[in-house]
């Protein structure tokens, strides 16, 4: 399972970075989506992931650290979750904008309208 998400992770900002170095907006912007979404997924896999199990502590053994999940994690998580779905909706309304201002979506803006 560990290599599942590790290999995930590393597309998943692999294809992020790549796509964020491209010269259209709309590109830009998907790839720090992706950027984003590995980040939240390697925090994620850090807070102690455990399949089947109970979310906090197990019954029976005892509630040290070895055996415990940290739901901090989790909360940090969700919340980046939700704040980078508006910066997403904010980034598109910038971008339609600026598409409609400068007939064209490059980052430098001097591009060709393709």
Do not use: C
């Amino acid at each position: 399972m560990e290599i599942v998400l590790s290999a995930a992770i590393g597309i998943l900002g692999a294809s992020g970075i790549w796509l964020v170095l491209r010269a259209r907006t709309f590109q830009v912007l998907m790839g720090l989506s992706l950027v984003s979404y590995a980040v939240n997924l390697f925090l994620f896999s850090m807070g102690s992931l455990s399949i089947g199990q109970e979310p906090i502590v197990a019954p029976g053994v005892p509630p040290d650290l070895a055996h415990y999940t940290d739901p901090m994690v989790q909360a940090l998580v969700l919340t980046a979750i939700v704040i980078g779905f508006a910066t997403t909706a904010l980034f598109l309304v910038v971008l339609l904008a600026l598409r409609g201002l400068a007939d064209n979506d490059h980052v430098d803006g001097k591009g060709d309208v393709a």
